[in-house]
């Protein structure tokens, strides 16, 4: 049996007295991947921002339990890089628990090839696509080498090729290391390729026809 990495019960979210989320029970083991499919609107990112300890608006109204006591890598919907600095500088400096440069330059550069961004890999973060920007952020979040990444639309911006491949690494490290994932996605056809198991709507907010939403 793997080991529970996270447990929410009993949560729910209500914004202006409407009922943002309201899950009774879900948990997560290690070496699996949960995908999360609803319509925009439905808490998909506010529940990202509450598993992974995010500040939230003081309009939320929140109750529960969220049990997660491992260390998340968060890839979020709006890429958060430093504008004036490199592809390559961007994932270096937050590889903080690694002492020995040359270790996080060898990190780097591997996670920047796997991703496809070797040619851009000095290019200020400025200076890059959309697409490009999000591989960024979800290389940064592969060498951090956290036991659970959360995944706010990583396909939206991406190509066939490109999107595949993050199916590809996400998959390999589920694999390969006591790693798991949470994956919002408009794409159902993606998350069914990759996930153990998805959510929908029903899922976020049980009793959601009770108020009026």
């Not at 914004?15 to 609107?41: A, D, F, V, W």
Request: glycine content about 4%; some cysteine; charged content about 30%.
């Amino acid at each position: 049996m793997e080991k529970l990495i996270l447990e929410i019960q009993n949560l729910s979210v209500n914004i202006k007295q409407r009922s943002l989320l309201k899950i009774k029970r879900l948990q997560l083991y290690e070496k699996q991947i949960m995908g999360i499919y609803s319509p925009n609107g439905s808490g998909k990112t506010t529940l990202l921002n509450l598993i992974a300890g995010c500040s939230i608006s003081k309009e939320f109204e929140v109750k529960g339990n969220i049990i997660n006591n491992t260390p998340v890598s968060y890839v979020f919907q709006k890429p958060v890089l430093i504008e004036s600095r490199d592809v390559e500088k961007n994932i270096f400096m937050t590889l903080n628990s690694i002492e020995i440069k040359e270790k996080k330059q060898d990190l780097c550069r591997k996670w920047i090839q796997l991703l496809g961004l070797d040619s851009i890999s000095k290019k200020k973060v400025k200076n890059l696509s959309g697409g490009e920007r999000q591989r960024v952020c979800i290389a940064r979040a592969f060498a951090s080498n956290q036991k659970l990444m959360l995944l706010d639309e990583p396909f939206a911006s991406q190509d066939k090729n490109n999107a595949a491949k993050i199916i590809d690494l996400l998959i390999h490290e589920k694999e390969t290391k006591d790693f798991s994932a949470i994956i919002v996605s408009h794409d159902l056809e993606k998350l069914k390729k990759l996930c153990d198991f998805i959510i929908t709507e029903k899922d976020l907010n049980y009793d959601k026809d009770n108020f009026g939403a």
